[in-house]
């Protein structure tokens, strides 16, 4: 089959055809491929699109806090120990970076799906989940170490942070989906109240006080549970 084919319209494959002057059932199998294959580039395209999406949740945070960590490093370069701590703490996030370039570019599997796999807390959603604890640990040690500087906020490593932008579109879509449940799950209690109910409809309430409470740069769940 002829790859020009894929960029005809279903009209000017069928001109196309004729004028090739190729057999009606040979012509309906040429369509009936050209159909499937244009379909399966159109899902292809989709869920590569989907992936990347959610590959952008994990990196987007991480380029931003190593951003952040380069500006912080900067502010008293004749600071040895402090200059040490921001090299450690940016390298650490630079390898993770590394190691999500060959899964970025093939987007075979999204971060979750890879995260599962590696058995990562919370699903890998944040790029702090795909840093050992141990590592973690140290850098932080390091960090705490420091002496503290007058007018300048003390720099604490591996925050579950992400950027204003997702912030405030992770929020609203989480503060909708949750009073949906909440207004659904307080019909059900109307009907026939239980225990149980109540305490979920409880935890729920608590919780959208907390997600209304988040800063700009506090990283918002998937789901109400994730601030609890």
Same mark, same amino acid.
């Given at each position: 089959? *002829?790859?020009?084919?894929?960029?005809?319209?279903?009209?000017?494959? *069928?001109?196309?055809?004729?004028?090739?002057?190729?057999?009606?059932?040979?012509?309906?199998?040429?369509?009936?491929?050209?159909?499937?294959?244009?379909?399966?580039?159109?899902?292809?395209?989709?869920?590569?699109?989907?992936?990347?999406?959610?590959?952008?949740?994990?990196?987007?945070?991480?380029?931003?806090?190593?951003?952040?960590?380069?500006?912080?490093?900067?502010?008293?370069?004749?600071?040895? !120990?402090?200059?040490?701590?921001?090299?450690?703490?940016?390298?650490?996030?630079?390898?993770?970076?590394?190691?999500?370039?060959?899964?970025?570019? !093939?987007?075979?599997?999204?971060?979750?799906?890879?995260?599962?796999?590696?058995?990562?807390?919370?699903?890998?959603?944040?790029?702090?989940?795909?840093?050992?604890?141990?590592?973690?640990?140290?850098? !932080?040690?390091?960090?705490?170490?420091?002496? *503290?500087?007058?007018?300048?906020?003390?720099?604490?490593?591996?925050?579950?942070?992400?950027?204003?932008?997702?912030?405030?579109?992770?929020?609203?879509?989480?503060?909708?989906?949750?009073?949906?449940?909440?207004?659904?799950?307080?019909?059900?209690?109307?009907?026939?109240?239980?225990?149980?109910?109540?305490?979920?409809?409880?935890?729920?309430?608590?919780?959208?006080?907390?997600?209304?409470?988040?800063?700009?740069?506090? *990283?918002?769940?998937?789901?109400? !549970?994730?601030?609890?």
């Amino acid at each position: 089959m *002829h790859n020009s084919y894929l960029t005809l319209t279903p009209n000017a494959l *069928h001109q196309r055809l004729l004028k090739e002057r190729i057999h009606p059932a040979e012509m309906q199998a040429i369509k009936d491929e050209v159909a499937a294959l244009k379909e399966a580039q159109r899902v292809d395209k989709i869920t590569r699109t989907q992936r990347k999406t959610e590959w952008d949740k994990v990196l987007k945070p991480l380029r931003y806090e190593l951003n952040n960590a380069k500006v912080g490093r900067a502010y008293d370069l004749d600071d040895e !120990s402090r200059v040490e701590a921001f090299d450690a703490y940016i390298l650490v996030m630079e390898t993770l970076l590394s190691k999500f370039a060959q899964p970025l570019a !093939s987007l075979e599997a999204t971060p979750i799906q890879l995260a599962l796999e590696k058995g990562l807390p919370n699903n890998g959603e944040h790029w702090t989940d795909w840093v050992p604890d141990k590592i973690k640990t140290k850098i !932080s040690i390091i960090f705490e170490a420091l002496p *503290h500087k007058t007018r300048a906020k003390r720099k604490i490593p591996f925050q579950r942070l992400t950027t204003p932008e997702q912030n405030a579109k992770a929020r609203e879509k989480l503060i909708t989906r949750t009073r949906k449940e909440i207004e659904t799950l307080e019909r059900k209690q109307s009907i026939t109240q239980t225990d149980a109910g109540q305490e979920q409809l409880g935890r729920m309430r608590e919780a959208m006080k907390i997600i209304l409470r988040l800063t700009d740069t506090e *990283h918002i769940p998937a789901t109400w !549970s994730g601030v609890l």
